[in-house]
């Protein structure tokens, strides 16, 4: 009897030990495992409204390589408890007069190499210098809505996504909707001050008033590069009271004002006070379409906003950086410098410390406000008009590919095209950064559902680095 318990034990003992030799074979594909896309977003028919309402409730995952669609008129919305995420390689065809709005959670997650586009369809464009006046461009008109984060988005996240043609007039039904005003055209609002809006590696083609708005939140804009924005104002980032972050690594080519804008204007009641870390950015040709006078071109500080701004490259833009003194910025915890820029000709260098600003120029600048008896002598009052005869068409960039002096009025430089701006390995802009500073990260960091890079303070001016680092457009 206790050989056959004996022989018994030993087959129970072999059965264990041959399950966990397979479990243990199983457990690398366990962990490789990719779980089915939480309800999958079906593409067979557009998003369409019915029954009178314009509203199209969405939630789920829009899938790799699908097309989705959305009918015109129509307010695709993520309801305040649901997530819509697109993965990688999605297109999203929006229609006309439609409009994209997250009251829960949005995340598009595309990747370098399957980028997403939220976008119109049927669109041909020109973007030669020139090519396209802005009466006839369709980067400028509108076609839809854009994507308008309410004040119970909590996470609005854009990867490696491409936002192009918005900007239409929000209009009453959408306004109720997402808690904005009327008369918005804004291609993407975010207003919730304790959400985070987090845009990377994108892009954001075309736009008619502010490009983006940020009314109030946490904030991280990374690498990203804005063309054609704005009609005959607005700022590229616009960013109101209430707004924390960091913009770094971005690439603004003619925006109809600045392309980087912090004002503390409309600070609500336990929002926190504008904070905004600003460094290694590149605006080309900004402020061109702006009709009123005496506006940027580049970046503004402005009316109680904190924060600073290093390492920043402006080239030919009709106002250099902007400090506001009325109303006033907050100059006591404001700081800046290693900011360049360069001027073809006499009015662009003459506005490198904008008549009737509070810029203080810095020892830090390139081009050196010392090089010169003329430029910026030591009689020079902040705010008044000098002689910038010394510094134009000096100091040129360097970039891989891209015409200094321009053979062109500023103002036809509004697209990237064929053009690349990283710097050759000559470029006077190498080594001229300040590496010392910190970026403001208060948004969450996480491959999907946050920040996945926030990249630090760069040896070399501008948004590109000469070791491949920065913008990687």
């Known amino acids: ?9 030993c087959l129970i003992i072999l059965a264990v030990l041959s399950s966990c030799q397979k479990w243990k074979g199983e457990h690398t ?23 009178g309402s314009t509203v199209v409730p969405v939630k789920g995952t829009m899938l790799s390589g699908k097309t989705y669609t959305v009918a015109d008129g129509c307010d695709l919305v993520i309801n305040p408890t649901d997530t819509l995420l697109l993965q990688p390689g999605v297109t999203l065809k929006m229609g006309l007069g439609s409009s994209l709005i997250a009251l829960g959670t949005l995340v598009s ?3 370098k190499d399957q980028p997403n586009y939220i976008t119109v369809g049927g669109i041909t464009k020109n973007d030669a210098p020139g090519g396209f006046l802005p009466a006839n461009d369709p980067a400028y008109a509108g076609k839809w809505k854009g994507i308008i984060g309410g004040p119970t988005c909590n996470l609005m996240v854009l990867r490696w996504t491409h936002v192009e043609y918005a900007g239409l007039t929000e209009g009453k039904a959408t ?12 291609s993407i609002l975010f207003a919730n001050y304790k959400g985070s809006f987090i845009m990377e590696d994108s892009w954001l083609y075309g736009g008619v008033d502010d490009p983006i708005r940020i009314s109030a939140g946490k904030l991280a804009i990374f690498r990203s590069t804005f063309e054609k924005n704005g009609v005959s104002g607005g700022d590229c980032l616009n960013i109101k009271g209430g707004s924390v972050g960091t913009l770094a690594y971005n690439l603004f080519i003619g925006t109809a004002t600045n392309g980087q804008k912090a004002s503390n204007k409309g600070q609500a009641t336990g929002a926190p006070q504008t904070n905004i870390v ?8 900004g402020g061109y379409r702006q009709v009123q006078s ?10 109680g906003a904190s924060g600073m701004y290093y390492n920043n490259v402006a080239v030919n833009c009709k106002f250099g950086y902007r400090v506001v003194g009325s109303p006033i910025a907050d100059i006591a915890h404001l700081t800046y410098g290693n900011n360049y820029q360069y001027a073809d000709s006499l ?6 410390y904008p008549t009737g600003y509070i810029t203080q120029p810095q020892s830090t600048d390139f081009p050196s406000i010392t090089s010169t008896a003329k430029y910026l002598p030591v009689s020079y009052t902040l705010g008044s008009i000098y002689d910038g005869t010394d510094v134009v068409q000096k100091s040129a960039p360097m970039f891989l590919n891209f015409p200094l002096p321009v053979n062109r009025p500023f103002a036809q430089y509004s697209a990237v095209g064929n053009f690349n701006f990283r710097l050759q390995p000559n470029s006077p ?17 996480d491959k999907i559902y946050g920040l996945s890079d926030a990249t630090p303070p760069g040896v070399d001016l501008g948004a590109y680095q000469l070791n491949g680092t920065g913008n990687l457009h």
């Not at 904005?180 to 804004?186: K, L, P, R, S, Y």
């Not at 005496?294 to 009316?303: D, K, V």
């Open 29 to 51: 594909d366990i962990y490789n495992y990719t779980p089915p896309a939480a309800n999958p977003v079906s593409d067979a028919a557009p998003l369409s409204c019915s029954g």
């Open 175 to 186: 306004s109720t909707i997402a808690g904005a005003g009327t008369g918005n055209q804004f």
């Open 429 to 445: 802009l190498i080594g001229k950064g300040n590496i010392s500073i910190k970026p403001l990260i208060v948004v969450p960091m």
């Open 1 to 9: 009897m206790k050989r056959i318990i004996s022989a018994i034990f």
């Open 109 to 111: 997650n595309g990747s």
């Open 347 to 352: 009015s662009v260098a003459n506005q490198f």
């Open 278 to 285: 600003m460094y290694n950015n590149t605006f080309i040709s």
């Open 294 to 303: 005496g506006r940027g071109g580049s970046i503004n500080f402005e009316e």
